[in-house]
Structure formats: C-alpha cells, structure tokens
C-alpha cells in the first residue's frame, strides 16, 4: 500500500524510515519531506501542504494510509477532513488535538479527571496576572495557551522575570494569538521524561520511553529549543514509574477524551515530571510524537509500524504488542547557526556517512541545492546511534557527529547525561534490576 506522512522534520524522516521498512509498505511519500527523505529508498517528497491538496493527491493516487507527524495540521484539523472524505488517517482530531493545542484546556481537563498537574490559575487580563504572581511569589511557571512552537513557556525563578514574561504575553503581544490567555502554574522540581502511547480511542500501547534535552547548552543551560538531543530508555521512568504514569495518566487521560466525546486516536505524548520521591505530574501533553524523541524510539522499534498503527485504526491496541531492540538509542541534534533565534540557511552539509545497522542521520532542516544537501531550518539533523550502554551509544552518535560538518552548525556535548550522572551510578544494581525487568 502507499502510506503519507505529513511534516518534514526529523520525526517524520524517522517515521517514514521505519514505515518504509514495513512489508505493507509498497510506497511512502513525505510531504513535504526533506533532502534526507529524498534520498532514502523506498521514499519520496511531495511538494503540498494545503490541506485541500493533499485530500486530492491521496484520492488520486490511492494512498491507504496517512500519518500526521506534527501538531499544527492535527490543530487545523487535517484529521476531520481525511475522516469527512472517506480517507484513513492516524492522528487526533481537531478537538482531541486540544490537549495540546490549548493548555487552559489541557490544564482543566486534567482537573476533571483527576490527572496529576502543577497547580495553576489562567488569565487574560495582564493586571489579574500580575496580582496573582505578587500573592504566589516565585519560581513560577508562565505559559501561553496557545500553539507556540515550544517558546511559549517561560520558567521564571524570580518574579521579576515573571512579571516580564505576562507583559510579553499580555502586553506586548509577542507571542501573537498564543499568549492572548496564559497559564501560570507552579514550579514542579524533579527529573523530566516524554511518555509517548498509541491509542485507538480506548486503549493505549505505550511506545518506549525517552528523555529530551531541551536547552541549548551543555549542563542544560541557555535559551529552551525544540530539543537538542534525546535518548531511549529513560532510567527515570522505571517500572514502578511506568506503572503508575498508565494508571495515574495515560489510562484517564483516554478515558476522559472518550467520556467527553472526543475519543483520542493517535500518539499521545505526555511530558512528565518525576519527582525525588517517584511521583508523576504531567508539564504538557502533545497530540503527536515528540522531536528528537522519536528518532531514538523509531531506531529501537523492531515491530512493523504499519500494523500497529493499523491496530489503533481498527480499535484493537489492547491485542498489539511492541518489540524494542534492548540496546540504547541516543540522538544527538546538529542545530544550524543562529539557532533557535535566527537559524541562518544554506550552509553547504559534508561528511554524510552511509548509513549503516547502528545508527542512522535523520534529517530536519535540510534541502537539495544542486546536487548538495544544505541546511534550510534550525536543527538541521539528528544523529541516533544503538549501543549496549548509554556510554556506547553516546561515543557512536559524536563519533559519526564528529565526521559532519557545516557552517556554524552548534550541538551538545552531554546528551545522555542524566542517564550517566552519579547519582545513578550510586545505584547501579537497582538500575540494571530495574532496566532487566522492562527494557522499554
Ligand atoms: P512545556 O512546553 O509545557 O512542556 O514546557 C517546556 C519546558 O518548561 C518543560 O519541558 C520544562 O522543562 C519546563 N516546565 C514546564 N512546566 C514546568 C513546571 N510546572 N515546573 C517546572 N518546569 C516546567
Ligand atoms: N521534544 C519535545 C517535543 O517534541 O515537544
């Protein structure tokens, strides 16, 4: 069958990557793709992103099946369309896509069911917002409610820095229609993780776990980015852990979206805070996969994609089983200059290894300029490598990092530190006990 996928990030170049390799695949097509979805076999680029186009292109051509890789068309509601036309599609729709695409929506709806979140209060008018920080004092959380590209969120230790950020929002209009509302919520103190699930409306298969890494800098200092690096498993997330972000999220969290008239079918991403004494309080839900996490995740899936998400379409996740290479994954962004203020453009790529059964180059910000890939967006590539320890799949992905190059491109040293630090060495037998017992 011919399968879509929408996007053209390094999560769908990895989405496509596995999706290719599925023997239900006869076809996959990328729109709009990158350079390096169009130099991987079995996939090619389509040049269409309206909506409209893409419902024309799948009839014509007769694609069985499309899957959405980010949340802004799963927020225009590509999915109520493809469903409207007769057409299948994997993704949430339109109003199940708003436990990302509103946080006040999200925020409430998880008071409703009694997921576990930071508490907060949300407000339009910038003086209410102001008297609010005043009374509650610092550190404190300002979010803008709407979709804003992962610089919505600004964690302010003092209130000064909080009173700046509702001005930007609420004054100064900075975030545009995103931040006419904001939330503020309390500081969560812990170790973060991404718990990404398939659902078909009812049931929910979790996808291995991960961990981002979303400053710029190394020891996680800088401007906050799309993500800079991420690996699979996240020691943090163990089976105890595990257990408890299912029954405690991921379980009422569809239950909910199904009690409310919104069934949620697709990935469910949700971004977690795990707390010195093993609470989890959730920081975000998204309506997608997570990027860069899905490089790692997609590196270590060894079950065929295409039927698991055939699974979800026919509401029968609850018989699916996901099989995970046990080695590590670890994913390291190559991000382009000026990035993530002012990314420059067109830098010329070199050192692009051929890929081989440990790692693989996924391609984000990437173009073909007369027969050379260039750089064309912010984070330019991901650089996933397999290994039996976080350590050797760390020295992997820098060993082939280390052979790219192009102008200005900027990356972190220490991706996989948390996985690495001493606290965990402390603890090494409880760890492998705990990573032996699930491998996810
Ligand atoms: P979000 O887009 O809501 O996940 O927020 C982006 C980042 O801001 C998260 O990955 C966290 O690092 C941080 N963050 C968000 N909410 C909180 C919170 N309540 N407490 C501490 N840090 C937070
Ligand atoms: N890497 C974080 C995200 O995809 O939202």
């Known amino acids: 069958m011919k399968v879509l996928v929408i996007g053209s990030g390094g999560r769908e170049h990895a989405l496509a990557w596995r999706i290719a390799q599925s023997p239900r695949a006869s076809r996959v097509l990328v729109a709009p793709g990158n350079a390096g979805t169009a130099l991987e076999d079995g996939i090619a680029n389509l040049a269409l992103t309206a909506i409209s186009d893409l419902v024309a292109f799948v009839r014509r051509e007769s694609v069985v099946l499309t899957v959405v890789g980010p949340e802004a068309p799963l927020a225009e509601g590509i999915v109520d369309v493809f469903q409207a036309a007769g057409l299948r599609i994997f993704g949430p729709t339109r109003r199940a896509a708003q436990l990302e695409s509103s946080k006040g ?6 008071a409703r069911h009694g997921i576990p979140t930071a508490a907060y209060a949300t407000f339009s008018d910038a003086p209410g917002a102001h008297r609010y920080v005043e009374r509650h004092g610092a550190p404190v959380v300002i979010k803008a409610d709407g979709l804003a590209a992962g610089k919505g969120v600004v964690v302010a230790m003092d209130a000064a820095q909080a009173h700046e950020a509702i001005d930007m929002m609420l004054v100064e209009h900075k975030m545009g229609t995103a931040g006419t509302r904001v939330v503020i919520e309390d500081y969560l103190e812990g170790e973060e993780a991404s718990f990404i699930v398939m659902s078909d409306g009812r049931h929910a298969l979790p996808l291995a776990t991960s961990q981002d ?18 690996y699979s498993p996240a020691p943090v997330v163990t089976p105890r852990v595990h257990a408890k972000a299912m029954r405690e999220v991921i379980q009422p969290a569809i239950a909910g979206m199904a009690a409310e008239g919104a069934p949620y079918v697709g990935f469910l991403y949700a971004g977690m805070m795990i707390t010195a004494s093993g609470e989890v309080k959730v920081l975000e839900f998204n309506c997608r996969l997570g990027d860069p996490e899905t490089q790692p995740i997609m590196l270590r899936l060894k079950s065929d994609l295409v039927a698991l998400i055939e699974d979800a379409l026919a509401g029968r996740l609850d018989a699916a089983e996901a099989q995970w290479d046990t080695r590590v994954a670890l994913g390291v962004v190559l991000a382009a200059r000026g990035y993530p203020e002012a990314p420059r453009k067109g830098d010329v790529i070199a050192g692009l290894p051929a890929p081989a059964e440990d790692f693989h180059v996924f391609h984000a910000g990437t173009a073909l300029r007369d027969g050379k890939v260039v750089t064309s967006g912010g984070r330019v590539l991901t650089v996933t490598a397999l290994g039996h320890n976080v350590k050797t799949a760390q020295r992997r992905a820098y060993e082939i990092a280390n052979s790219i190059h192009f102008a200005g491109m900027q990356l972190r040293r220490d991706i996989g530190h948390r996985a690495l630090s001493a606290n965990r060495r402390q603890e090494p037998g409880r760890l492998r006990q705990e990573r032996d017992a699930d491998p996810t």
């Open 213 to 230: 890494h979303k400053r710029l800098g190394d020891g996680d200092r800088g401007p906050n980015t799309g993500g800079m690096g991420a």
């Open 105 to 110: 929506f999200a925020k409430s709806f998880m």
